[in-house]
């Protein structure tokens, strides 16, 4: 209590201030909501414009708090990290959910699903997203992710007349829950083993002892869990190929990327610098659900018929190369090839759900095999930016996710963890069967007089996402080093405090 | 010049041929022809005139700064001692008598091919690849670092295959692209080892190593790093030279040249006559300082030039397709410069790549109007008589057979002569291979002159030949611009220096500081030597003109008497370009493909699919174990998540916390 009135000294603007893009997108969220009675039903694309602008205000916020950030610091008595690390991964959340947003209105009206808390529910679920990327403190993290989990609950049943959209909202609420209590069980347990929430008095009170203490230990499994269902890793991973196939293809879009990219940004504060003094005990737990991740992943989507199970299976196989850079701790490479990977996986894979939400039709989404076969011949950019993500998922140069791969297997050798590298090639070379085999079914041609799914026309929009999400995984695949020097100046700059980069 | 002007320049002349390759791509097609004849040869010009102000900036820089190496963007920079890639370009000399002659040769060809392919449907295709080529060539030339010099290198080989399969409609075509990609390949895999053994090896004055492969770092280190004729550098240099060879057409990679002409006549033109084929030469040029250290590579690199400059010219004797005896003359003539790098007598190549560029282009092109006019006819015993009737052309493929073979005050003359003449006092066994090389000049006369007296005089041998027409103006107008060219260049260049009493002629000038630097460049010949090489050669040349004329032209005797009375199995070799390409079939091709058959039928199905069918099967059937836990109810995931969890408890409990 002593430690928490000292801290309480506040100078209220300049934590404002380091909670500028929170509380643009808080504000436009207000705004939205109020609009929304007052727009008329056929006028509804405006909100989507009015979420842009606030997206666009936050995103220049992250920026302009990028190059403020430098020196890193805590804000808020020590709850919130105003570090670079947070706005690196704040930049990718925000660029998702706008790459969302522009997607939407197109798709929302051909589902008949078109609503104004579409919009503040993205809005709400980022901030959420925002505040688990910066969260000093196990409170901060638990209240982030209850914000994006409860937005996404909502979300994901967005198509209310349809039963299997229902069942992924059930889903995905039951089981969230399920890991909301273990995750704020294990958050309770270390409470209980340090007395502290905050993860600069956690590290220094783990900092003199050996780490061996069941209590802390057993809570740090428990938050490893909590997170491991968010970033579904396996073998807590049941609910994403369910609630993906399920959701409207949007929130898929947006789910798949944003949620993962901000639960890994806390995930990596927590264990890689917060518990860093005690990595032996950790990281032989991450490496194994890495490599369950990986494994389970890859040979699952094999078998798949759904492009939407398909990514999703492959998610969860991304989920565990990223993990890996976790299972390196403490080298800081490690830390650098799982937020290169974060970009690059948001680039690509936003690309490839964009796809299938653009070309979603006015009757069922699109999602089986069979509704893919012969684009290349009616929609030949689409089907090449497709390709393109497929490519970039299967980790082929000169795309993001070659690098992303080389970066992460890179950091395992570095890290004399030869074994996590070796698993990661093992399986990437399985994930090649299974995505050329979606991009050989886009340039095989129809037959004469078969019917092919009835794909809808690509807007501007639509059309402006792909190339964005084409262009950005084209960048990471050859401007590496644009990324890469933001990514290691994320990592000096990480609070807790990090071991440097050599 | 300043390295920002540097970096502008070198991109926007990389920049204007990859946007011209892309809209013809994406927009030809739709906007049509005029668009695609428009960006084509347009983006190609704009890049010629960026080379112009290059040239003016390094010809202005001063002395000491001639070279400026710039990086456009860190590709890969994975902290200090560790992997480092930058896209960086080098402007100096070498690089920009490279881009001149790419830009501004290849300007005139894409030009012509607005009238050469002005019935072919896929015009937009065309101008792509050809966009594409010009985008690669330079990237190979302006290159500063190994790893996008190899880039360079493999898209110059995947555009020269995609314009030889242009026509993909003949089997022919598809086959000789293919037998022209592969040979490349085995030039880049050598040039792959040779980079990997560079990128192990380097270090510095103090023994630490080095973890790039930027040309002016490897130059730069290279006497700290290998030591003066060891084995290591020998390896290298001669892996590299394997890549140059390749490129290069020189034996034993030179098959894929003459069946490379079954690309339409500009692509000979421009990528088998012009540019690509002086790659191997650029290279060799360019890693001057590594061979300098590898006396016993640069030797095997001279000897191959000279014997593949003989072979050629031997085989260009008997051929009878025009563009094949044009082909083999290249070969030869490429020969010859691939001896003069591998003496160090850098310059001197340099120089005769220049001229050679201009002239040999100038013949391909030449020689595509009379294919033109004859509606697409190779054979030149089908020709004849043509001179009547396409006087110009025959101006212009006489003034380009006259700097081929080296006819005094052609541009031919001076920088052939020139390289001869460093063979006369360098290089090993010197000067024996001179000598080779003087009979060289006399098989260049002979097959140069054979060529224009069977196409263009004596009577026409179809019905056709008395109905042929001079080539459109926008086919003509290129070819007469290279026929001046090739008449002038050498004159402008040297004479009124020599007159004026210079030793130094402008091209030695010019590209000498970027040999100097660091190597041991041949030795100029005296006065008196020079001299003399200079009327050995020219006696040779004439010698060979003449015997041209009198074989083909007067036929006293006549060819046929003649080739009857040379033993047969002479001319059978020059017919059947020395057996090569049955030598290859009998050693490598036929027993590769009985190897493949026979695994085809007894290792594949018995051994090989049966495991990978086998793995496939288990991940098959692993993927559908996964799928079964499935199951789509709550209550299932939920145990799951809990089962496992309680595992890790445990295994928390009783095993890491202890």
Request: with cysteine; net charge neutral.
């Amino acid at each position: 209590m002593l430690l928490a009135t000292q801290n309480l000294q506040f100078p209220p603007t300049r934590d404002l201030i380091g909670l500028l893009p929170e509380l643009i997108l808080s504000g436009a969220f207000v705004i939205l909501l109020m609009l929304d009675l007052v727009t008329p039903p056929s006028r509804r694309s405006l909100l989507a414009a009015v979420s842009l602008v606030a997206l666009a205000a936050a995103m220049g916020a992250v920026v302009w708090g990028w190059f403020d950030a430098d020196h890193a610091r805590t804000i808020y008595a020590g709850s919130f990290a105003y570090d670079r690390f947070g706005r690196f991964v704040d930049g990718i959340v925000i660029a998702s959910a706008a790459l969302t947003v522009a997607i939407s209105p197109d798709y929302l009206n051909r589902r008949g699903l078109h609503f104004g808390e579409y919009y503040a529910l993205i809005l709400a679920a980022t901030v959420g997203m925002m505040l688990l990327a910066g969260a000093a403190s196990l409170i901060v993290i638990f209240l982030g992710i209850e914000l994006l989990s409860i937005s996404l609950y909502i979300l994901s049943g967005f198509a209310h007349t349809e039963t299997r959209s229902q069942e992924a909202a059930l889903k995905y609420l039951l089981l969230g829950g399920f890991a909301s209590g273990i995750l704020l069980y294990g958050m309770a347990l270390i409470y209980g083993a340090t007395g502290h929430t905050q993860l600069t008095l956690i590290k220094q009170s783990l900092a003199g002892s050996s780490g061996t203490d069941p209590l802390f230990l057993v809570g740090v499994g428990l938050l490893f869990v909590g997170f491991a269902f968010k970033v579904s890793a396996a073998p807590f991973h049941w609910w994403t190929p369910d609630v993906y196939q399920g959701a409207p293809t949007s929130v898929t879009t947006f789910m798949s990327v944003a949620t993962k990219v901000a639960a890994f940004a806390s995930l990596i504060r927590v264990f890689t610098y917060t518990f860093a003094d005690s990595t032996d005990k950790w990281t032989g737990i991450v490496a194994f659900v890495a490599i369950i991740s990986m494994v389970v992943g890859n040979v699952a989507a094999l078998t798949q018929t759904s492009l939407k199970r398909m990514l999703a299976y492959s998610g969860i196989a991304q989920a565990g190369y990223i993990l890996i850079g976790v299972a390196v701790s403490p080298d800081p490479l490690g830390t650098v090839g799982s937020l290169y990977y974060l970009a690059a996986y948001a680039a690509t894979n936003l690309g490839a759900f964009a796809v299938i939400t653009v070309l979603a039709g006015r009757g069922e989404d699109l999602d089986s095999y069979d509704g893919i076969r012969g684009l290349a011949y009616r929609r030949p950019y689409t089907a090449a930016a497709m390709a393109f993500f497929l490519f970039s998922l299967g980790g082929f140069p000169p795309t993001a996710g070659f690098f992303a791969k080389f970066l992460v297997f890179s950091a395992a050798i570095h890290a004399h963890a030869v074994y996590l590298a070796l698993w990661g090639i093992g399986t990437s070379v399985i994930s090649i069967f299974y995505y050329l085999r979606v991009g050989l079914l886009m340039y095989t041609r129809p037959k004469e007089g078969e019917e092919t799914y009835p794909w809808a026309r690509t807007s501007l929009a639509g059309g402006g996402v792909l190339a964005a999400s084409a262009a950005g995984t084209l960048v990471l695949g050859i401007l590496v080093f644009l990324i890469y020097t933001a990514a290691v100046s994320a990592q000096h700059g990480v609070l807790p405090v990090p071991q440097q980069l050599a | 010049m300043n390295g920002t002007l540097a970096g502008v320049l070198g991109t926007l002349i990389l920049a204007f041929p990859l946007a011209g390759c892309v809209l013809c791509a994406l927009l030809g097609p739709r906007y049509g022809r005029r668009f695609v004849n428009w960006v084509g040869p347009g983006v190609v010009g704009l890049s010629f005139l960026v080379a112009l102000i290059v040239l003016a900036q390094v010809v202005g820089a001063p002395e000491h700064s001639k070279s400026t190496t710039v990086e456009i963007w860190n590709w890969l920079f994975l902290g200090a001692g560790n992997l480092h890639v930058g896209v960086d370009l080098t402007l100096d000399p070498l690089s920009t008598v490279m881009i001149m002659v790419i830009c501004g040769v290849g300007f005139l060809i894409h030009l012509y091919s607005v009238g050469y392919m002005e019935h072919d449907p896929g015009i937009a295709r065309f101008f792509s690849y050809m966009n594409l080529f010009i985008f690669s060539m330079l990237l190979l030339v302006l290159a500063a670092d190994l790893v996008i010099l190899i880039i360079g290198w493999a898209l110059v080989a995947l555009s020269s295959y995609l314009l030889i399969g242009y026509w993909y409609e003949r089997p022919s075509a598809v086959l000789a692209a293919r037998k022209a990609f592969i040979t490349q390949v085995i030039g880049d895999v050598a040039m792959i080892i040779a980079a990997a053994m560079l990128f192990t090896s380097l270090h510095d004055a103090g023994g630490h190593r080095i973890f790039t492969l930027s040309l002016p770092t490897i130059f730069a280190n290279a006497s700290s790093s290998f030591s003066h004729g060891g084995p290591l550098i020998t390896g290298i240099c001669a892996l590299l030279a394997i890549g140059a060879f390749a490129k290069s057409a020189q034996f034993p990679l030179h098959t894929w040249l003459p069946d490379a002409m079954e690309g339409p006549t500009p692509v000979s033109a421009l990528i088998h006559a012009a540019t690509m084929v002086t790659a191997g030469v650029y290279l060799i040029a360019r890693f001057h300082v590594l061979y300098d250290l590898a006396p016993v590579a640069a030797g095997m690199v001279a000897c191959v030039g000279i014997g593949t400059a003989v072979m050629a010219g031997v085989i260009a004797l008997s051929q009878v397709d025009i563009k094949r005896v044009i082909a083999y003359s290249t070969m030869s003539q490429i020969g010859l410069m691939i001896f003069a790098v591998g003496i160090g007598a850098y310059t001197a190549g340099m120089y005769h790549f220049v001229t050679h560029a201009l002239f040999k282009a100038l013949l391909f092109m030449a020689a595509g109007n009379v294919i033109h006019a004859l509606a697409d006819e190779q054979d030149i015993r089908l020709m004849g008589g043509l001179s009547a009737r396409m006087r110009q052309t025959e101006v212009a493929f006489l003034a380009g057979s006259f700097a081929l073979a080296g006819i005094p005050i052609f541009a031919g003359w001076f920088s052939k002569e020139y390289l001869l003449g460093f063979g006369a006092v360098s290089g090993p066994l010197s000067p024996l291979l001179y000598l080779v090389g003087i009979g060289v000049n006399v098989l260049t006369g002979l097959y140069a002159f054979r060529l224009w007296a069977i196409v263009f005089r004596g009577e026409p041998q179809t019905a056709r030949g008395y109905a042929v027409h001079e080539a459109p103006p926008v086919m003509l107008w290129p070819v007469l611009a290279l026929a001046g060219l090739s008449t002038l260049t050498g004159l402008i260049i040297q004479w009124p220096i020599q007159i004026l009493g210079g030793g130094a002629h402008l091209v030695s000038g010019f590209l000498d500081p970027v040999f100097a630097a660091g190597g041991h460049p041949a030795g100029e010949p005296g006065a008196g030597v020079a001299a003399l090489a200079l009327i050995a050669g020219t006696a040779a040349s004439l010698v060979g003109v003449g015997g041209a004329l009198r074989l083909w032209l007067w036929h006293q005797p006549d060819a046929q008497a003649v080739a009857s009375r040379v033993p047969r199995s002479l001319t059978l070799l020059s017919l059947h370009k020395f057996y090569f390409d049955e030598l290859y079939d009998a050693v490598l091709v036929r027993p590769t493909r009985a190897a493949a058959q026979t695994m085809r039928r007894v290792v594949e199905p018995g051994v090989m699919d049966g495991w990978v069918r086998g793995l496939a099967d288990v991940f098959a059937g692993l993927s559908l174990d996964f799928r079964s836990y499935q199951s789509g109810l709550i209550r299932d995931y939920a145990s799951y998540m809990i089962g496992a969890t309680a595992v890790g408890v445990v295994v928390i409990v009783f095993v890491i916390a202890h």
